[in-house]
């Protein structure tokens, strides 16, 4: 299983449209991994996480064709993670010739009122529940619920058969009905991406993010309870600037002195 980060930062991006701290002043002089947009990832070039405003930039600068692309897993609905105005270009006029098969989306209840209203052939939502495995193409994929907002946010595991992963965005510390169903399985994880919002900052007050404190936090819990093991890989994403030490080039040595690799816009995983 190969994970493509497409994206790795928070909603403003990196460095924000319209900051002037120190993070997006570094970030927009050193350049590199440095930058981040919109967060997006995509398995094996043929299943999409999330479809922000950034997926065309994305596109462009990986070289891919989402005409081959025929499911997307939807974490929830905020708008750096999905921007359904963007999908009317699936429709009649705009995609040539017209696809056989068109792009399915996976998600919550929040999803469906928001998709343009174009051809269910072009664009299909399948709604999906909590703790009940589905499939999406070859995978076969588990929303858990996050700890992130008063809408249905969503993280997911991901299995072919062989490699499994946990790609935990929008989140702070997991819900208790996630950590129970987790324990319940035991599934044993080979990758683990983690929400670093807050970079080095500790002392959070505000349950839905994580830094590098809570990152620790849970992957203890998850060694204890046998999910993860020295050999998974543990990766921290979804950065803002408003982290402390969140740039790149700053984060890489703090993260790695504790065991995680830090993602930047376009890295690649197989496992």
């Known amino acids: 299983m190969k994970l493509t980060y497409l994206g790795t930062g928070a909603a403003e991006g990196v460095p ?26 995509l398995i094996d070039d043929a299943l999409l996480i ?15 064709n ?9 974490t929830h609905v905020h708008e750096d993670h999905f921007c359904p105005q963007e999908l009317v270009y ?4 705009f995609t040539h010739p017209a696809p056989a098969y068109g792009l399915t989306l996976y998600g919550s209840e929040d999803v469906e009122p928001l998709l343009p209203a174009i051809e269910r052939k072009r664009l299909r939502f399948i709604r999906v529940a909590p703790f009940v495995p589905f499939s999406a193409g070859r995978y076969t994929v588990t929303a858990l619920k996050a700890a992130h907002s008063t809408d249905h946010p969503y993280l997911y595991v991901v299995s072919d058969g062989e490699t499994t992963l946990l790609y935990a965005h929008d989140t702070g510390l997991f819900p208790e009905e996630t950590r ?11 990758l683990v991406s983690l929400d670093c919002t807050e970079g080095a900052k500790g002392g959070l007050t505000y349950p839905t993010h994580m ?9 203890e819990w998850m060694r204890r309870e046998g999910l993860v093991d020295e050999s998974t890989v543990m990766v921290l994403n979804h950065f803002s600037h408003n982290g ?5 080039d700053d984060f890489v040595p703090i993260a790695a002195a504790h065991g995680f690799a830090v993602s930047y816009d376009g890295m690649e995983i197989e496992r």
């Not at 930039?57 to 891919?64: E, K, L, N, P, V």
């Not at 699936?90 to 006029?93: E, R, V």
């Not at 129970?180 to 080979?190: K, P, V």
């Open 50 to 64: 999330d479809f922000p405003c950034d997926t065309f930039s994305h596109c462009m600068a990986r070289g891919i």
């Open 211 to 219: 830094g590098l404190e809570r990152n620790l936090l849970c992957r």
């Open 66 to 74: 989402l005409s081959g692309v025929r499911h997307c897993l939807i």
């Open 180 to 190: 129970a169903y987790l324990t319940a399985h035991g599934t044993r994880f080979d």
């Open 16 to 41: 924000a449209l319209f900051c002037d701290c120190e993070t997006c002043r570094n970030a927009l002089s050193r350049g590199g991994r440095n930058v981040r947009t919109r967060s997006q990832a």
């Open 244 to 248: 402390l030490h969140a740039g790149y």
């Open 90 to 93: 699936l429709d009649n006029g």
